[in-house]
């Protein structure tokens, strides 16, 4: 049973879960995707990408109606938990877990290549430590002031890409979405799915704060409702005003024969205005915020996420301690900045990416066999919001999660041994940790 001395605070509202639910994801539009192309071209890209957007459509009711009725932070960790039993929680928290440990040194060193360009002085990764450790510290100081952070970030980040679709749209032309469409044919489309997920990764992480939420029945609705409206919006803007401006290629290789780039973005608008705009520099700064806004938002979330473990003794129970005066997990927040600078000092960002997309998609899948045994096992649980068009959303988003997981096996055959080794060896430190914990409490029940 969780102790009062571990319980989180209650700070937020429907606007704060909006501003986390975009914040989460948004710095997926900034960078990342534009990879996708470099595989599947504009068509390839824009199937894998419609095939996502109606995955996560479907996810996000359905896993909105679990959020609502169980608001706890370990999210998708205590549906399975109480869908499934012990063993389905343990893969649905380390999929958790690896997501969204993995996802912020992907975006740490973006924010590093961002900033490089202003402190040459600064290594990339010099750059990316010094971020992990000051949005850490934001988090450990309490969760209304990282949240508000993480709305004034998010605002500037959503403003600055409808901007940017605004001056790009100056120069779209339809043509340029047919240049070289489908370059390695149909399985490029496949190969494209990670990419495609990397606009939407993280949104589920407005539940692992559920526990925070003042009238989370509520107000968990509004803003993941509202967060993937937007997101889909978001999308769909920035990924047809990038590629119209001169096709997919003028944004993922900076030169001919160059290697594939980070930064779609400033590729399209120096297409429009020139790198020496004072237009194009104003963007690029405020583009920053998308970065920090997903990065910063991904930390508080899986904070939370390692803190459900703990508490549960999934994983050492230290890291399932709340501060008594910040009211924040600060020992899972430690553990979290530290695991994910020694994955930031590989330098490997694509496949830093590809592991979080396993993580999330085997956090979706074990998250619908959850929501489908808690319907049939737990009727009687109150469940303030239903899923619409039960039981298609959670079937269609089962179903299309199962498929893109083989399609990014496929393609990432040794990434994938890497995610199951990773998986595999959490388990035997689950199975001790859970030995352990009936060890004690059989040693407490003999002492009484």
């Known amino acids: 049973m969780t102790q009062p001395n571990n319980e989180l605070k209650k700070t937020l509202g429907p606007f704060m879960l909006w501003g986390l639910g975009v914040g989460y994801v948004i710095s997926g539009m900034y960078f990342g995707w534009n990879l996708g192309l470099a595989e599947g071209g504009t068509l390839g890209m824009a199937v894998a990408t419609l095939f996502i957007i109606v995955m996560y459509v479907t996810f996000t009711f359905s896993y909105t109606e679990m959020a609502c009725a169980i608001p706890k932070a370990g999210g998708a960790f205590d549906y399975a938990r109480l869908g499934l039993g012990k063993r389905w929680g343990y893969l649905a928290g380390i999929a958790q877990s690896i997501e969204f440990i993995f996802a912020p040194p992907a975006i740490a060193f973006a924010i590093g290549a961002y900033l490089n360009a202003f402190l040459p002085q600064l290594s990339v990764t010099a750059i990316a430590i010094i971020a992990y450790l000051i949005f850490t510290g934001l988090n450990i100081v309490g969760v209304r002031s990282a949240a508000y952070f993480e709305l004034f970030v998010t605002i500037l980040a959503v403003l600055e890409l409808l901007l940017f679709a605004g001056v790009s749209y100056t120069a779209f032309r339809f043509e340029n979405l047919t240049i070289n469409a489908l370059p390695h044919g149909w399985g490029g ?52 005003s990038a590629v119209g401006v001169a096709g997919w290629e003028a944004i993922v290789f900076p030169e001919p024969g160059a290697a594939p780039s980070d930064s779609p973005l400033p590729l399209a ?94 956090l979706y899948i074990v998250s619908m066999i959850a929501f489908f045994a808690l319907r049939k096992n737990h009727a009687d649980l109150e469940r303030p919001f239903k899923t619409p068009l039960y039981p298609f959303f959670p079937a269609i988003a089962l179903i299309i999660a199962a498929a893109a997981l083989v399609a990014l096996s496929v393609y990432n055959f040794y990434l994938m041994l890497i995610y199951v080794g990773i998986v595999g060896i959490g388990y035997v430190a689950f199975l001790w940790h859970q030995a352990a914990a009936a060890s004690e409490t059989e040693l407490a029940a003999e002492s009484e």
């Open 189 to 240: 489309a496949f190969a494209a799915i990670p990419f495609a997920i990397w606009f939407f990764l993280a949104i589920e992480g407005v539940a692992n704060v559920a526990e925070e939420a003042k009238n989370p029945q509520r107000n968990v609705l509004i803003g993941f409702g509202s967060a993937i409206a937007t997101l889909v919006v978001l999308c769909i803007l920035v990924f047809t």
């Open 269 to 362: 608008l120096a297409k429009i205005v020139g790198e020496g705009s004072a237009l194009y520099h104003l963007l690029i700064t405020i583009g920053l915020f998308g970065l920090i806004a997903s990065f910063h938002g991904i930390i508080l979330a899986a904070g939370r996420s390692t803190l459900e473990l703990g508490r549960e003794r999934y994983v050492a129970p230290i890291v399932g301690v709340v501060h008594p005066r910040t009211k924040t997990p600060v020992n899972a927040l430690i553990a979290n900045m530290l695991l994910g600078i020694i994955a930031l000092l590989t330098g490997k960002t694509a496949e830093i990416i590809t592991l979080a997309c396993f993580g999330a998609l085997t």
